[in-house]
């Protein structure tokens, strides 16, 4: 779907214009096109990929999706894959933006996503002075868009670590603990092969040698290269507090093993007792001392129950019960 064509001059709007133009205003010196789609099909591809003239590769693997965060040079143009992060009913949903820019044009195609980058457009347009530098520009824009949508969901994953820990000593609560762990884990790997990939590729857009649509805002990337960094170093943090985290559990939980076992273990000591007993007393002997007692039989109930409370006593005090 297109969502919107429109072609610009030293940073100001010229007009809304018909795909088929496209090409025409390429050819201008003075202008640049900022084409933006939403879930192209492969004809829309297509139709771009001849009115930009767009490499057929970068075009392939943009009809294909599910490419992992890149940026690749095809002569004076660029193709750039990030990734669009969302938190839907506490599921985290991966998204996609292919972004081509050349020397005057972007063309952006987002997937699997409903953020969209109107605010983008109407926050460039109010800035002329940095929209007149072209598609370099453009393009910082809409990746510093997507990388500030990080943010929240960073927020929010170590939001959810914190209220974890907090239930960490509470007995019980262990086995949920752990699963909610785990999937916390699945969460920060996410967003890990979603940022690292990108910060890698970010170091080509500052920095030594740039591709020539670039090179007038090299300081803007490396902004950019900044605040993935500070999300990947969150992202690390959190993955040793959960590494820690899930430790704990365990080792909570085999503490509760123990105590559960050390239970066991007295009270089948003192059981052990009366077994001892009614064992030593119900043996067929004849001959047997007090067996013909009037009080023998009370006697030895007293004994067993003696005997049994004072080692309930002892494991009380030592706390095994």
Known sequence: MLINCVAYQNG????????????????????????????????????MQEEFGLHELAVEDAGRGQQRPKIEEYGDSLFVVVKMLELREDELQVGEVDIFVGPNYVLSNRSNSTKDFLGVRARAE?????????????????MDAVVDRYFPIIDTLEFELEKIEERIFIRGS??????????????????RHTVAPLLDAIGK???????AVCSNTQEYFRDVHDHLLRINSALDTMR?????AIQVNLSMVALE??????????WAAIFAVLTAFAGLWGMNFKHMPELDWRFGYPAALTLMAVVCGALYRRFKKVGWL
């Not at 018909?18 to 879930?39: C, G, K, M, T």
């Open 240 to 244: 040793e507090t959960i590494g820690t």
């Open 126 to 142: 109010r800035e002329p002075h940095l929209l007149q530098q072209g598609s370099g520009f453009v393009l910082y824009a809409l």
């Open 12 to 47: 100001r709007k010229l007009a809304d214009i018909p795909v088929e133009d496209i090409s025409d205003y390429v050819a201008r010196q003075d202008a640049f096109v900022w084409v933006a789609l939403r879930d192209a099909t492969r004809e829309e591809l297509e139709v």
């Open 257 to 266: 093993e123990g105590e559960v076992n050390k239970r066991l273990a007295a």
């Open 205 to 211: 857009l500052h920095g030594g040698r740039v591709p």
């Open 174 to 191: 262990q086995q949920d603990n752990i699963e909610r762990l785990y999937e916390l884990k699945r969460k920060v790997m996410t967003v």
